[in-house]
T-cell receptor, first 112, second 112 residues
């Protein structure tokens, strides 16, 4: 899950299993949220986003769930593949305050 | 293909030297950003620019400088005043402030 400390949370899953990566956000007024995937030595890549007026959004093999009551965001990856191994982090965006915050990320390792 | 290019990929700096990191985009994006990424930490905003000839300090601007003379270019100078410059630097651009980020592939700066 999400951490504000110096240690990156890690998650290891078997190839073919589903992965769930969590993120806690801080601003209940945030307008939308984005999940990024970052492979080692590369820039972050957009995966999926969700507006604050939605609870769920699905993409290809990925689903993002938003629970505004507890300020929690999750990314579900179906049938995880070795190519999914990367650091995943969420971003919360509050347009009114020009605020864009990135979480520290979770390192996902897929075991073949 | 449109995209955002950072160069160099790796950069070594002697203590006391200024170095400049390049960021070029051909996406016709108005806004550009510089982030710093340290191990186990989220992205931290150094500077951002919403339009040519205008830029604003982010959360950790001390020891850095930028310019935005052209829409396509947003170079970052790491000055000798930055006491701990070793990090991974990411440039990003977006259509408008804080929406639809595209990231570059990053520059890893090491002080030797």
């Amino acid at each position: 899950g999400e951490s504000v400390g110096l240690h990156l949370p890690t998650l290891s899953v078997q190839e073919g299993d589903n992965s769930i990566i969590n993120c806690a956000y801080s601003n209940s007024a945030s307008d939308y949220f984005i999940w990024y995937k970052q492979e080692s030595g590369k820039g972050p890549q957009f995966i999926i986003d969700i507006r604050s007026n939605m609870d769920k959004r699905q993409g290809q093999r990925v689903t993002v769930l938003l629970n505004k009551t507890v300020k929690h965001l999750s990314l579900q990856i179906a049938a995880t593949q070795p190519g999914d191994s990367a650091v995943y982090f969420c971003a919360e965006i509050f347009l009114g305050g020009n605020q864009f915050y990135f979480g520290t990320g979770t390192s996902l390792t897929v075991i073949p | 293909d449109g995209g955002i290019t950072q160069s160099p990929k790796y950069l070594f700096r002697k203590e006391g030297q200024n170095v400049t990191l390049s960021c070029e985009q051909n996406l016709n994006h108005d806004a550009m950003y510089w982030y710093r990424q340290d191990p186990g930490q989220g992205l931290r905003l150094i500077y951002y620019s919403q339009i040519v000839n205008d830029f604003q300090k982010g959360d950790i601007a001390e020891g850095y400088s930028v310019s935005r003379e052209k829409k396509e270019s947003f170079p970052l100078t790491v000055t000798s005043a930055q006491k701990n410059p070793t990090a991974f630097y990411l440039c990003a651009s977006s259509i408008e402030r804080d929406y639809g980020y595209t990231f570059g592939s990053g520059t890893r700066l090491t002080v030797v």
